[in-house]
């Protein structure tokens, strides 16, 4: 039961967030999407940052592992392209408010809070070396990515992502695919 509530909770303040923004964004209005008590929110979180860290934590953790597990899925470069890019879009697209929450209100939320963005971003760009790491394995005329290349890339990828978060663009998200998709293969494959 307590881990319910805490799932009630994360997801009460991303929705919550999603809608009013972080610093608009009360106890009041996250326990009451969560349809908990405040006393159930003080027994899982000190504060509205420790839950708004919380729930980035397990957005981003299992992001991580989802497109981890769909890089690994395809014999060439591309459909492992393919395949994460997908997974990628699809999993934010399922997930407007925990996207909005992390593409768009982590930058105001504080330091923590930024950082703790900052490490997800660092988090998808050694994922991309490591899929770049797997193509050149495979085929040694490909060149394994430096950090700051895959940090560019996932930056440009999130400022599409967040683009589209502001203009509430998430139920179209996939639209984005050739654009992404195109550009992760021409670094890769330099094509």
Excluded: W
């Excluded at 940090?151 to 502001?166: D, R, Y």
């Amino acid at each position: 039961m307590a881990n319910n509530a805490r799932t009630k909770l994360l997801d009460g303040l991303a929705i919550t967030v999603a809608t009013k923004g972080y610093s608009a964004t009360t106890i009041a209005d996250i326990v009451a999407h969560a349809h908990v008590s405040r006393r159930t929110f003080y027994e899982h979180f000190a504060d509205k940052e420790e839950c708004l860290l919380a729930c980035h934590h397990e957005f981003s953790t299992a992001l991580v592992d989802t497109l981890t597990e769909a890089s690994l899925k395809g014999e060439t470069s591309e459909e492992r392209i393919i395949n994460t890019v997908t997974t990628l879009l699809a999993t934010l697209q399922a997930q407007p408010a925990h996207t909005k929450t992390h593409f768009m209100e982590m930058q105001a939320a504080g330091a923590e809070a930024r950082q703790a963005r900052r490490q997800t971003q660092r988090s998808l760009s050694d994922l991309l070396q490591q899929l770049s790491q797997r193509g050149s394995e495979r085929n040694p005329h490909l060149t394994p990515l430096a950090l700051p290349t895959a940090t560019a890339i996932v930056g440009g990828i999130s400022e599409l992502i967040l683009e589209a978060a502001e203009a509430d663009a998430l139920p179209s998200l996939s639209e984005l695919h050739p654009t992404i998709t195109g550009l992760i293969t021409a670094v890769l494959i330099r094509a």
